[in-house]
């Protein structure tokens, strides 16, 4: 897919970020979009710098954990717009918590959003992405999709199911010769609301962090890249039919600290984890 002008995308987590961000990229280059989010009043704001361009923009309040609701609004973009080519799953929480001390609920509630919302999104959309003849599913991992960190085996757990999903199904589309492609997306960090959204447990008090605050804080300092240069990076891979982008100077860093030491790397992550909870005070 070389150009966006004249194609359909739907967007969920676009109230805000990165799903934000990929929206108005798209629409500067004629793409029309349909967007959806849980936060309506974010999707509300979307919606309105959108309307700076002479694209067809429809919008969705949408929880990606409903599998049926998804699968409506799959339905619903199709009915509104004609057709639609790309489907970006790029909704994602996070969740700070230690993996002996998260309830079953917490680690369910994070697998719903980051996974299975990424699971129901594709296979909505895959048969109308054939339909158009010329599609792309674009799904967000993460850099902790490559490796794992204290503190967020839960997110992790659920960034490393994506990417597996992503690298089976890009094999599976080509195996078949569909019309359509996939590129999974990996992000280090960048600056959304992510993690002051993100829920954190008391089971992080005296393992990384003193409390809520300081865990939330610590976890915004590895923010570097903006929401838009991020959305530009993975507007480009999608061009150029790239198995996965690698999003930020940080997540080409750890990548390749991954690949040079597949295991020594955890001794190095455990230290450095350990020096940041002795900065917070733990």
Same mark, same amino acid.
């Given at each position: 897919?070389?150009?966006?002008?004249? $194609?359909? #995308?739907?967007?969920?987590?676009?109230? +805000?970020?990165?799903?934000?961000?990929?929206?108005?990229?798209?629409?500067?280059?004629?793409?029309?979009?349909?967007? +959806?989010?849980?936060?309506?009043?974010?999707?509300?704001?979307?919606?309105?710098?959108? $309307?700076?361009?002479?694209?067809? @923009?429809? /919008?969705?309040? %949408?929880?990606?954990?409903?599998?049926?609701?998804?699968? #409506?609004?799959?339905?619903?973009?199709?009915?509104? =717009?004609?057709?639609?080519?790309?489907?970006?799953?790029?909704?994602?929480?996070?969740?700070?918590?230690? %993996?002996?001390?998260?309830?079953?609920?917490?680690?369910?509630?994070?697998?719903?959003?980051?996974?299975?919302?990424?699971?129901?999104?594709?296979?909505?959309?895959?048969?109308? %992405?054939?339909?158009?003849?010329?599609?792309?599913?674009?799904?967000?991992?993460?850099?902790?999709?490559?490796?794992? @960190?204290?503190?967020?085996?839960?997110?992790?757990?659920? $960034?490393?199911?994506?990417?597996?999903?992503?690298?089976?199904?890009?094999?599976?589309?080509? !195996?078949?010769? &569909?019309?359509?492609?996939?590129?999974?997306?990996?992000?280090?960090?960048?600056?959304?609301?992510? #993690?002051? *959204? &993100?829920?954190?447990?008391? +089971?992080?008090?005296?393992?990384?962090?003193?409390?809520? $605050?300081?865990?939330?804080?610590?976890?915004?300092?590895?923010?570097?890249?903006?929401?838009?240069? /991020?959305?530009?990076?993975?507007?480009?891979?999608?061009?150029?039919?790239?198995?996965?982008?690698?999003?930020?100077?940080? &997540?080409? !860093?750890?990548?390749?600290? @991954?690949?040079?030491?597949?295991?020594? =790397?955890?001794? !190095?992550?455990? *230290?450095?984890?350990?020096?940041? &909870?002795?900065?917070?005070?733990?």
């Amino acid at each position: 897919m070389k150009s966006f002008h004249d $194609k359909v #995308a739907a967007i969920t987590g676009a109230g +805000s970020g990165m799903g934000r961000e990929l929206a108005i990229e798209l629409a500067k280059q004629g793409c029309h979009v349909a967007i +959806s989010d849980v936060n309506e009043n974010g999707l509300a704001e979307t919606v309105e710098q959108l $309307k700076a361009y002479s694209v067809r @923009v429809t /919008a969705q309040s %949408l929880d990606v954990a409903n599998r049926e609701a998804v699968y #409506a609004w799959a339905d619903q973009v199709v009915a509104d =717009h004609g057709k639609v080519n790309l489907v970006f799953n790029n909704a994602g929480v996070a969740l700070g918590a230690t %993996l002996e001390g998260v309830s079953y609920e917490d680690f369910e509630w994070i697998m719903n959003i980051n996974f299975w919302g990424v699971v129901y999104g594709s296979k909505a959309f895959l048969p109308h %992405l054939r339909a158009s003849g010329d599609g792309h599913v674009i799904n967000t991992s993460s850099v902790f999709g490559l490796f794992a @960190v204290p503190g967020n085996g839960c997110y992790n757990a659920s $960034k490393f199911a994506v990417r597996g999903f992503n690298e089976c199904l890009r094999q599976e589309l080509e !195996l078949t010769r &569909a019309p359509v492609s996939l590129t999974s997306v990996h992000p280090g960090g960048i600056k959304t609301g992510i #993690a002051q *959204s &993100a829920r954190m447990t008391k +089971s992080l008090e005296g393992v990384l962090a003193k409390d809520e $605050k300081s865990a939330k804080d610590n976890f915004d300092k590895l923010f570097i890249t903006t929401a838009n240069r /991020a959305a530009l990076i993975i507007l480009k891979a999608v061009q150029g039919n790239k198995r996965r982008v690698l999003v930020g100077p940080d &997540a080409k !860093l750890f990548d390749v600290m @991954v690949r040079m030491l597949p295991a020594a =790397h955890q001794r !190095l992550v455990t *230290s450095a984890a350990r020096k940041q &909870a002795a900065r917070s005070g733990v």
